[in-house]
């Protein structure tokens, strides 16, 4: 097991987002972290312990985060009306898990959603799968950040856009 992750520790895991260790267990002679999923129905998640930092992450620090909010403020909009080669990008950067890709799908949202009350892109359409991938990006990053930041979950938008000026 790795040292560095420890019973009743908050994590990020990859593609789950927000999720604490709740236990480990020894399952056929190999070591798992046991973690309960922060959204949804909080489902139980096995990680294997030997590949632990691979899947999981400890909550970035808030030097970390004023890095993210960094890129995010250099952060443009990426569009191609080629739906299949959009979503196979959203989807290959959503998997990653890295922290610069999912705040990259976040902003891809927030310059979406401001760019559809100013009327800078009428072509630019996203359909209901785009928005899903992006939103689950957004959950995702505004879930560490507020942890990371203390703030709640309610103010955290707020405060990381007027960070980043937008």
Partial sequence: ???????????IHKREGLAKIVST???ADKQ????KAARGDGEMIYVPGDS??????????????QEVL???????????????????????LLNSGETEDIAFLTMQ??????????????DM???IMDIDMLSKADNIL??????????SREDIKEFIFKKINR
């Fill in 1 to 11: 097991m790795n040292p560095q992750f420890q019973v009743d520790q908050t994590v």
């Fill in 25 to 27: 267990a020894l399952i």
């Fill in 32 to 35: 798992y972290y046991l973690l």
């Fill in 52 to 65: 632990s930092t691979s899947i999981i992450r400890p909550v970035m620090r808030p030097e970390e985060a």
């Fill in 70 to 92: 960094d890129y995010m403020a250099s952060v443009k909009m990426e569009y191609t009306s080629n739906t299949k080669q959009r979503r196979d990008f959203y989807k290959r």
């Fill in 109 to 122: 949202l927030r310059i979406y959603e401001l760019s559809n009350h100013d009327s800078e892109n009428p």
């Fill in 125 to 127: 359409k996203l359909g």
């Fill in 142 to 151: 505004m879930d560490e950040l507020a942890l990371t930041f203390d703030k």
